[in-house]
């Protein structure tokens, strides 16, 4: 099958982070089993979701994992030109969730899985496709214990997140929370009977968004990051029961990303002593039962690799670059790199076409692909 005909195998499979990935799976694991090449699933806690591992070649060391995530963010809410679990081409690029981020990475690696069964291989080539990536990198922590319980060591991990087909060597790590605040309920017209917890969140927010322009006035523009400072966001606020009661609850899911080196736990610190010394003793002096909870959610760490790793030097070559990028958006990549893999980002697609209504990917980014990855079946093959 072509890189166009797989990607619309896999766009077609809604792999949306709530719902399952073993239809895809299977589907996958069919087409690679008749081409002889065995895979192996880790599944989640729950059986419903699963990362699969498959080797191509010698069982032995070295060799690249290609490494991409099988579920893609949601569409509700979204207004798309064309159903967004079916490929849909249009000029020179194809449309479909997923294409960017990152199916066409997957759909050419499969693509060329047949070619890389035919040949004598000296070292190995290793699909890792896992769950929940989109979430917190969920499914890579179970498949990289994994795959050190197996004693697996490549020379070098590419994840295919979409870069343009650029080598990127270093993003930001991003750590996720909720905060509740709880206050009391009253009739709006004897508002000073109760404690309205939103507007008392709303201060909370303040503060965020405070550290987020003193991050901004402190930015260093050589950190090679754009931005070029950490960033905070309040992605989804949830509070309140009708316009004419006082909110007994109020809770905002929130985010910091650090470049590489920074202390990622230090806006939690702040922010917490916010809450603790500022605003949670006024609003205990009107009602005692009032508090604030802050829980953290995900880490996913920030990722840097060395500028003559081995998975470096080799993602270079074959993308035909002279220097590696750095990006603010997260990934796997940290996490292999924190289990001791040598590890860069290079992949089809803009990551700006990502999670967007009419998400989509240049048909010439498929091709570089194509001959990223033709390049690697000659390397392992020399």
């Known amino acids: 099958m072509t890189p166009r005909e797989l990607l619309a195998r896999l766009v077609a499979f809604d792999t949306t982070s709530a719902k399952t990935n073993l239809p895809l799976l299977e589907f ?69 969730r997923g294409t960017a981020d990152m199916k066409s990475f997957l759909a050419v690696a499969l693509a060329l899985a047949p070619d890389f069964a035919r040949a004598r291989l000296r070292a190995p080539v290793h699909f890792a496709f896992s769950y929940d990536e989109e979430v917190g990198c969920l499914g890579v ?44 309920e009253a009739h709006s017209s004897r508002s000073e009977l109760g404690l309205n917890a939103i507007m008392y969140a709303a201060k909370l927010i303040a503060f965020l968004r405070n550290a987020a322009r003193d991050f901004k006035n402190a930015a260093d523009p050589r950190s090679g990051y754009e931005p070029p400072y950490p960033t905070v966001n309040v992605g989804m606020i949830e509070g309140g029961t009708a316009l004419n009661i006082v909110p007994r609850t109020c809770s905002f899911l929130w985010e910091v990303r650090t470049l590489p080196g920074g202390d990622d736990g230090d806006l939690l610190r702040r922010f917490d002593a916010f809450a603790r010394e500022e605003v949670l003793p006024v609003m205990r002096a009107e009602a005692p039962s009032a508090d604030i909870v802050t829980t953290p959610s995900h880490r996913v760490p920030a990722f840097a690799d060395e500028a ?26 940290g996490l292999f790199r924190q289990a001791g893999f040598s590890t860069v980002l290079c992949g089809p697609g803009d990551i700006a076409d990502a999670h967007r209504p009419n998400e989509s990917v240049a048909l010439a980014q498929i091709e570089q692909c194509v001959a990223f990855q033709r390049g690697l079946l000659r390397h392992l093959a020399a």
């Open 141 to 184: 922590r179970k498949l990289i214990p994994f795959l050190i319980e197996r004693g697996v060591r490549p020379a070098a991990v590419v994840v295919g997140e979409p870069t343009s087909m650029q080598v990127v060597t270093a993003h930001k790590g991003i750590r996720t929370f909720r905060t509740t605040v709880t206050g009391v």
């Open 308 to 333: 003559d790793s081995p998975a470096t030097t080799l993602a270079l070559a074959l993308a035909g670059k002279n220097e590696a990028l750095r990006v603010s958006y997260g990934s796997e990549a």
């Open 28 to 96: 996958i694991t069919e087409y690679l089993r008749q081409i002889g090449v065995r895979t192996t699933l880790v599944h989640d806690d729950t059986g419903a979701k699963a990362n699969l591992w498959a080797t191509i070649g010698p069982e032995h060391d070295g060799g690249v994992v290609l490494s991409g995530h099988t579920d893609v963010v949601p569409v509700a809410g979204q207004q798309w030109d064309s159903d967004p679990f079916h490929l849909d081409e249009r000029g020179e690029r194809l449309y479909g």
